[in-house]
């Protein structure tokens, strides 16, 4: 069974950082695609970044330059480096497992499975 | 960027119909996925592909997808099914995945 756990949320000062982390079970983190994806307060959902299993990363232009994806294949676990946090970085920071039925193309990718979600608070 | 357009809220009474779109420019073109969240859960797909159903979700949940807007059906609606529903696409331009804005579903 695919499980994903979250954690690493917290506190933070505006200007600071975290680290995020996602420990997997039931497969290995780098045979799917994996993503991270927000949701603020009462507001929908945002994608911030993706690995693919090749390796190949991107992110939301709004977190570019400032959150870094990784994973480990030895912990099985996916992470997210966040710096220079900003108030507007105020979440719930889910990780998500893709998957696709119609070969390895991003375009062919959704989200099966989901953590269940670890809070980030930037505020002085 | 790639923008999908949903309407904030449906209502629906039980054992109606609902109906869920989900605008994008050329939106028929591409695959859409359907998101069910529940207060305080993360979200589940309940349609992918347009109009697949993954194993689980009861077959009362529907999709389409044609020119610029998709539709998520929902059958003999119950009172379990209130929740926020998000569209989702890969975007090929920008290589990011983009969420519709959500719309929340209440039975009346």
């Known amino acids: 069974e695919v499980q994903l756990v979250d954690s690493g949320g917290g506190l933070v000062q505006p200007g600071g950082s975290l680290r995020l982390s996602c420990a997997a079970s039931?497969?290995?983190?780098?045979?799917?695609?994996m993503s991270w994806v927000r949701q603020a307060p009462g507001k929908g959902l945002e994608w911030v970044s993706v690995v693919y299993t090749v390796g190949t990363t991107h992110y939301a232009d709004s977190v570019k330059g400032r959150f870094t994806i990784s994973r480990d294949s030895s912990k099985n676990t996916l992470y997210l480096q966040m710096n220079s946090l900003r108030v507007e970085d105020t979440a719930v920071y889910y990780c998500?497992?893709?998957?696709?039925?119609?070969?390895?193309?991003?375009?062919?990718?959704?989200?099966?499975?989901w953590g269940q979600g670890t809070l980030v608070t930037v505020s002085s | 960027s790639y923008v999908l357009t949903q309407p904030p809220s449906v209502s629906v009474a039980p054992g109606k119909t609902a109906t869920i779109t989900c605008g994008g420019n050329?939106?028929?073109?591409?695959?859409v996925h359907w998101y069910q969240q529940k207060p305080g859960q993360a979200p589940v797909v309940v349609v992918s592909y347009d109009s697949d159903r993954p194993s689980g979700i009861p077959e009362r949940f529907s999709g389409s997808n044609s020119e610029n807007t998709a539709t998520l059906t929902i059958s003999r609606v119950e009172a379990g099914d209130e929740a926020d529903f998000y569209c989702h696409v890969w975007d090929g331009i920008s290589n990011h995945w983009v969420f519709g804005g959500g719309t929340k579903l209440t039975v009346l």
């Open positions: 050329n939106i028929g073109s591409k695959s």
């Open positions: 998500a497992s893709h998957r696709s039925d119609y070969g390895d193309h991003p375009s062919s990718q959704y989200f099966d499975s």
């Open positions: 039931g497969f290995t983190v780098g045979s799917k695609y």
